[in-house]
């Protein structure tokens, strides 16, 4: 499994490489060219002139949505964000779908002497309605149940009669916050290439350089972004839609059977659905939209379960779907299911923890058992090089990067294992929480003493897990320094105090307090 991964990095590294040194950029593999106006006029500009004069049938109408779940912190930004795009006012239809239920968000309750009754309100459909009187064109949507959470709401959102005008679908998740000229850049895509069904943008980080974990995680995205999704997008016009930041040709969606919350990856799932109708996908990665990574590391972990137990979920329910498809070529579908599902989302997790935190420390405990150097160094550190090779600023954080990841795969190897055997857990779906601006303004009183009361329960900062995996290793550590020969006790001893750093609560940022 080792060589099996080290392998697949090392073809998308040789890919990339001749993507940069060639300049195969997408705008040179497809035909783009800019939106004109009736009277000649680049529709890129960012002066309000030109979006007014853009009122012609050649801007397409684009339905942009915008899922939202207690989004207290980020909900203002990211309606303001998508209210600045800069396209025609009457091409442009901006749907919130609202499933709030927490009360903070939910209801507003003006104060007596103003009002002679209780105004009861969304706080949402108050920032809808803000921007409706400035000439939006924004509709506040909800409904009365969650079923299938995201997808749930993006499928409910697209029955509404004013969705069948719309030519496009645009996705930004409650944090995300694309530049005014976002549409300028992804919809000549598709008007210029009709099979071409998806463009994906890159997710740029407001808060990468928060705290160490953080940095950490941008490590491992960048790679995804800069080599994975590149790669696909070069190689088989196949990859992942990452759930936002990315416009859908809505002819291809519903072709593909529409969203789907049969698992908790309703992108991928509709990403594979599209690909296996013969739809292409375009990733863009000089389109960049901020957007916020998990601070927390509660909120990390629910993220990383979600993300690895709905892949190997997903790959169980349509492994035979792929191989009977007859519209897509023999070496997509191996691309689809080697080395998109079984290297990636199934062999990455489960060889990371069963080889670095189970294998390597039991046999210290069994000296007739001999790890290969090439198997237990050069492998790895090779893997390791390929996977930061794209992040150069943080190279300095390597050695965190490499123990915190191995962590952090326990529980993403047990997310693959609940979602291909289909267990209790299997569709737990838990909103990845957002700060927003919350932890920026907290910053002004970090100087402060902290409050007994403000420190979060024991039982919130203890992971059991993480303490037990620690302590097991820390105990083979031990036996190698006693009777080992090899120095595994050097990454042991490193291994067993980033598990126990992790259990005991100190990784991430504090939520500070509302």
């Excluded at 002066?47 to 004069?53: A, G, L, P, R």
């Excluded at 397409?60 to 949505?65: F, K, T």
């Excluded at 091409?91 to 609202?98: E, F, N, P, S």
Aim: net charge neutral.
């Amino acid at each position: 499994m080792s060589i099996m991964l080290f392998t697949e990095r090392l073809y998308m590294s040789l890919i990339i490489l001749y993507v940069k040194l060639f300049g195969r950029k997408p705008e040179k593999r497809y035909k783009w060219k800019p939106i004109t106006d009736v009277d000649g006029n680049n529709g890129g500009g960012d002066s309000s002139s030109d979006v007014e004069k853009g009122t012609s049938s050649d801007y397409p109408m684009v339905l942009v949505q915008i899922p939202m779940y207690n989004e207290k912190e980020v909900y203002k930004m990211s309606i303001g964000a998508a209210c600045g795009l800069s396209w025609p006012p009457d091409r442009i239809i901006i749907q919130v779908l609202d499933d709030s239920t927490d009360p903070i968000v939910k209801v507003f309750i003006s104060p007596m002497f103003m009002y002679p009754k209780h105004f009861i309100e969304d706080l949402v459909q108050i920032e809808c309605q803000k921007w409706a009187d400035e000439g939006i064109n924004i509709k506040y949507e909800i409904r009365d149940n969650r079923n299938g959470y995201k997808a749930g709401a993006l499928k409910e959102g697209f029955k509404c009669s004013y969705v069948e005008a719309c030519d496009f679908v645009t996705i930004f998740d409650a944090d995300f916050q694309p530049d005014p000229d976002f549409l300028h850049k992804t919809i000549p895509y598709f008007i210029h290439n009709p099979e071409i069904g998806l463009v994906q943008a890159r997710w740029e980080f407001t808060n990468a350089r928060e705290c160490i974990m953080t940095r950490i995680q941008q490590v491992s995205l960048n790679f995804h972004f800069k080599v994975e999704q590149e790669v696909g997008s070069f190689t088989y016009a196949f990859f992942g839609f990452n759930g936002t930041a990315g416009v859908w040709r809505i002819a291809a969606i519903n072709e593909a059977g529409g969203w789907n919350g049969r698992t908790t990856v309703e992108d991928m799932d509709l990403s594979v659905r599209a690909s296996l109708k013969g739809w292409k996908f375009v990733y863009v990665s000089d389109i960049r939209v901020k957007c916020e990574l998990p601070s927390t590391f509660k909120a990390f972990r629910y993220q990383q379960h979600r993300w690895s137990c709905g892949p190997a979920n997903l790959f169980r329910k349509m492994f035979m779907e792929i191989i009977r498809s007859e519209k897509v070529s023999l070496w997509k579908k191996i691309h689809v299911i080697y080395s998109f599902f079984l290297v990636r989302k199934i062999i990455a997790h489960i060889v990371t923890f069963s080889f670095y935190c189970v294998i390597i420390p039991t046999c210290v405990l069994f000296p007739e058992v001999v790890i290969p150097k090439w198997g237990a160094v050069y492998i790895p550190s090779a893997i390791t090089i390929l996977n930061a090779v794209e992040t150069p600023r943080s190279i300095h954080l390597l050695v965190y990067w490499i123990l915190f990841e191995t962590v952090m795969a326990m529980h993403r190897s047990k997310g693959t294992v609940i979602g291909l055997l289909e267990t209790d857990r299997v569709n737990e779906w838990v909103v990845t929480e957002k700060l927003g601006d919350a932890l920026l303004k907290s910053k002004s009183s970090d100087n402060l003493p902290i409050k007994p009361s403000e420190k979060p329960p024991l039982l919130e900062r203890i992971y059991l897990m993480e303490l037990f995996m620690g302590g097991y290793i820390f105990l083979c550590g031990c036996y190698d320094v006693a009777f080992g020969k090899n120095w595994f006790f050097i990454y042991l001893y490193a291994q067993a105090m980033a598990y126990f750093i992790t259990g005991l609560g100190y990784v991430g940022t504090r939520k500070p307090n509302s």
